[in-house]
């Protein structure tokens, strides 16, 4: 039997050695397998040089390969692969990848990943291959996909991991950016709508006994306070007060 072909004893026709195997030498019994890694798609080859490399994205684990296999999303193989390996955590690929493709800043993804996922809001991801989001802590927030997280301007305020700042309540204020809480007004002052930066103080003649105040009240008739009470007095005897607002 001629290279490429064999035959078995009392064979009375000689055989071509089927894809993924050849065979260099003249009256043989068997073929040569192709070794791990290459294929060989024709009948009849006649040499080693005939078993292919597997390509880039592609991979054979087993001899006497008559294809290479490719590598499904999230996997990738170099030349000659004899096997898929799995893309490492903050990395993707596509199928029939050759290398895994780092996921950028502001999104993540799991090992074997066939996409990057963007980070969610609340969280962020300043670095390139992560494998995680950060929550953004109390004071700060971010939209989807952030690279960092933004400080809450003055006269609001952020639980960790918030997406978005809420505005001070009438009654508190905030006077830093930043703030991961809001302060109530103190007693004699008040802060009368939301999203305020400082309280103010009652005028004269009125007066705040209690905390968080969104209003002042007037002194009565007969009393007087003076700017930020928390409470209005008495006339002292001789004297009066025709009005409020004193």
Not at 181 to 192: H, K, P, R, T
């Amino acid at each position: 039997c001629p290279a490429g072909t064999y035959s078995l004893k009392a064979a009375s026709l000689c055989t071509p050695c089927s894809p993924g195997y050849y065979n260099p030498n003249e009256g043989s019994s068997s073929c040569i397998s192709c070794s791990v890694g290459t294929y060989d798609p024709f009948y009849s080859s006649t040499s080693m040089s005939n078993c292919f490399p597997c390509p880039v994205g592609y991979a054979s684990s087993v001899t006497g390969a008559s294809e290479c296999n490719i590598c499904t999303a999230g996997k990738y193989s170099s030349v000659q692969g004899t096997s898929c390996l799995t893309c490492s955590v903050g990395t993707y690929s596509n199928t029939g990848a050759g290398t895994c493709s780092d996921c950028p800043a502001g999104s993540y993804s799991a090992p074997g990943s066939s996409s990057c996922s963007f980070c969610p809001a609340g969280t962020y991801s300043s670095d390139i291959r992560s494998g995680f989001c950060t929550r953004c802590i109390a004071g700060k927030y971010s939209s989807t996909g952030s690279l960092s997280c933004s400080s809450c301007s003055a006269g609001s305020f952020s639980n960790d991991g918030a997406s978005f700042c809420t505005l001070c309540v009438a009654g508190t204020y905030s006077s830093i950016e930043g703030s991961s809480s809001c302060s109530m007004c103190s007693v004699g002052s008040y802060a009368s709508s939301s999203g305020l930066t400082s309280c103010q103080l009652c005028a004269v003649g009125h007066y705040a006994s209690n905390v968080a105040a969104i209003s002042c009240v007037v002194c009565p008739v007969g009393s007087v306070a003076a700017e930020g009470s928390s409470f209005c007095s008495l006339c002292y005897s001789g004297t009066y007060a025709a009005s409020t607002s004193s």
